[in-house]
């Protein structure tokens, strides 16, 4: 990500980020994605729009975050529905995690900010076997 720092604008994504649509997750659960009761981590999860979304249907969702700043706005967002979101700091590069942790891993509207190669391994270690990597990115633009 060079040296860019999102935590400074950490308010203005909690405030005006849009989020993912239900559409998303229901769509996604036909692929066993988000299930109730599914390890999941949410990587670059920012104020958690992804986290939260999975956790509000049942998923054990888990943000993780470079910035402690959007952490925080993630957790005044989860506190402010009454959901108890996992946070942690850190990069999708270096995951903090054990081999086969997590039966889904999410990335939304940030793939792109990664070191692509060495995040997908991380990720694929991370993983338990048979799961699921989904990369989101949400249309800002037309139908």
Partial sequence: MGNIDFGRTADDYARHRAGFPPE???RLQAFDVGLP?????????GTGTLARGFAARGADALALDKAAPL??????????????????QGVAEA??????????????QCWHWFDRARA????FRALKPGGALVIAQRRYFGR
């Fill in 95 to 108: 995951l903090p995690f054990h081999a086969n942790s997590f039966d889904v891993v999410t990335a939304g």
């Fill in 37 to 45: 009761g599914q390890r999941l981590l949410d990587i670059g999860s």
């Fill in 120 to 123: 997908a391994a991380e990720i």
């Fill in 71 to 88: 952490l925080a706005a993630a957790r005044r967002l989860a506190q402010d529905t009454g959901m108890g979101l996992m946070l942690v």
């Fill in 24 to 26: 998303l997750f229901r």
